[in-house]
């Protein structure tokens, strides 16, 4: 492979499951990609959310090679680990009392959480409840737990029949949401405090409020999903802390290792003492080194002047593309987000103006037809805002 480019189809024995455009990158730094021709990219995309801290992080590099050292990357979770008993501790502290399952992505956790809740509503309230009910717009992941759950018929339909008993309300309608928790049937309600895939859109004010109270009356599990909103995104280091609702099982994922693939459950006390030894598992899930790495960006992610730091970056960046959106009302329809997640919705396709962007050198993200995604890295510079934004606008129509 030579150059900047490879084919837009897959080449050789990879799988053709994705449209990749033709950049091969070689290097980061920071929010820089460098290509193989010597290209620089602003990456405001941080693999969707998941390099929080950059490309080439010390507080990765560092707590990689400390993991390294000790000589031990994998023992299996048929032993304990000192690293993984200290991620759950610090993940404990930092979120609620809970007790956390580790595993290797977000779809993973998903699934873990679906089970964890079944699990504890059929011993409390019978075997009937096992329905979930998940959100309009939502995305939870592509198992076949997870994709039931999720608001993509393009996504769901060549795989059907997936999980039964799945059921989707619009967040906005109070009286929909009352009729489908069910206190004989419903296990779980899953809801991204901001969906990210269904077009980086908080949730309307009073909705995940409005789910608690439902959940606490019909003995139902609220489960958040902030594999993408969590962990400083929003400028907390949960999205919930912004209504300061608790749910029963919180699913995190994408930047919890810096880049590698970590994923993780907190359970609720009541629901993680319904689950006894052999309720679940994972080969890989909080391994060693990834436990390692995770413990050490959680540390920087929780620490507060870092989220200050967050919330200051993310109000200059809202500023810089609500201007836009005055100067360009033709084109811009609403910019809607919270900290560093944004999403920009246009009359255009957003895959061409991703597309022109990339050629002038800013790397940005879809979600949906017509939103163009900013997830710029935590610790981006400030002054690199008005650089992203000044291209994202001379990238549309």
């Given at each position: 492979?030579?150059?900047?480019?490879?084919?837009?189809?897959?080449?050789?024995?990879?799988?053709?499951?994705?449209?990749?455009?033709?950049?091969?990158?070689?290097?980061?730094?920071?929010?820089?990609?460098?290509?193989?021709?010597?290209?620089?990219?602003?990456?405001?995309?941080?693999?969707?959310?998941?390099?929080?801290?950059?490309?080439?992080?010390?507080?990765?590099?560092?707590?990689?090679?400390?993991?390294?050292?000790?000589?031990?990357?994998?023992?299996?979770?048929?032993?304990?680990?000192?690293?993984?008993?200290?991620?759950?501790?610090?993940?404990?502290?930092?979120?609620?009392?809970?007790?956390?399952?580790?595993?290797?992505?977000?779809?993973?956790?998903?699934?873990?959480?679906?089970?964890?809740?079944?699990?504890?509503?059929?011993?409390?309230?019978?075997?009937?409840?096992?329905?979930?009910?998940?959100?309009?717009?939502?995305?939870?992941?592509?198992?076949?737990?997870?994709?039931?759950?999720?608001?993509?018929?393009?996504?769901?339909?060549?795989?059907?029949?997936?999980?039964?008993?799945?059921?989707?309300?619009?967040?906005?309608?109070?009286?929909?949401?009352?009729?489908?928790?069910?206190?004989?049937?419903?296990?779980?309600?899953?809801?991204?405090?901001?969906?990210?895939?269904?077009?980086?859109?908080?949730?309307?004010?009073?909705a995940l409020e409005r789910m608690r109270a439902l959940c606490d009356a019909r003995g139902v599990a609220l489960v958040f999903d902030e594999i993408q909103c969590g962990l400083g995104r929003t400028g907390r280091l949960f999205a919930h802390e912004h209504v300061g609702v608790r749910p029963d099982l919180l699913v995190l994922a994408k930047p919890l290792a810096g880049g590698l693939p970590m994923g993780a459950v907190l359970a609720a006390p009541h629901v993680a003492d319904a689950l006894e030894p052999g309720d679940h598992g994972t080969t890989f899930g909080g391994g060693p080194l990834v436990a390692r790495v995770a413990g050490a960006v959680l540390a920087t992610l929780a620490d507060p002047a870092f989220l200050e730091g967050v919330r200051r970056r993310g109000a200059r960046l809202e500023d810089a593309l609500r201007r836009v959106a005055e100067r360009r009302p033709d084109v811009v329809t609403e910019v809607r987000g919270m900290g560093l997640m944004w999403g920009v919705e246009l009359t255009a396709p957003a895959g061409d103006v991703v597309a022109r962007a990339r050629e002038s050198g800013l790397l940005l993200a879809s979600a949906g037809p017509?939103?163009?995604?900013?997830?710029?890295?935590?610790?981006?510079?400030?002054?690199?805002?008005?650089?992203?934004?000044?291209?994202?606008?001379?990238?549309?129509?």
């Open positions: 492979m030579s150059g900047g480019s490879v084919a837009t189809a897959e080449p050789g024995a990879l799988l053709g499951l994705y449209r990749r455009p033709e950049v091969v990158f070689v290097r980061g730094e920071g929010p820089w990609l460098e290509d193989a021709d010597g290209r620089r990219y602003l990456d405001f995309t941080a693999g969707i959310g998941v390099t929080a801290l950059g490309h080439g992080s010390p507080v990765v590099a560092d707590a990689v090679r400390a993991a390294l050292d000790d000589g031990i990357i994998h023992t299996s979770n048929l032993f304990r680990t000192v690293p993984g008993e200290a991620l759950a501790e610090a993940l404990v502290a930092a979120a609620f009392p809970s007790r956390v399952f580790f595993c290797n992505s977000g779809a993973e956790a998903v699934e873990a959480a679906f089970k964890f809740a079944r699990r504890w509503a059929r011993a409390a309230g019978g075997a009937a409840k096992h329905e979930i009910v998940a959100l309009t717009g939502s995305f939870h992941g592509r198992l076949f737990g997870s994709l039931a759950a999720t608001d993509r018929p393009a996504y769901r339909e060549p795989f059907e029949p997936l999980m039964p008993g799945v059921r989707f309300v619009d967040a906005a309608d109070p009286d929909a949401m009352d009729a489908a928790v069910s206190a004989e049937r419903t296990a779980a309600v899953i809801a991204e405090p901001v969906q990210g895939e269904g077009g980086v859109r908080p949730l309307p004010p009073g017509q939103v163009v995604r900013l997830l710029p890295p935590l610790n981006v510079p400030g002054a690199l805002i008005e650089r992203a934004v000044s291209l994202l606008e001379e990238a549309l129509p």
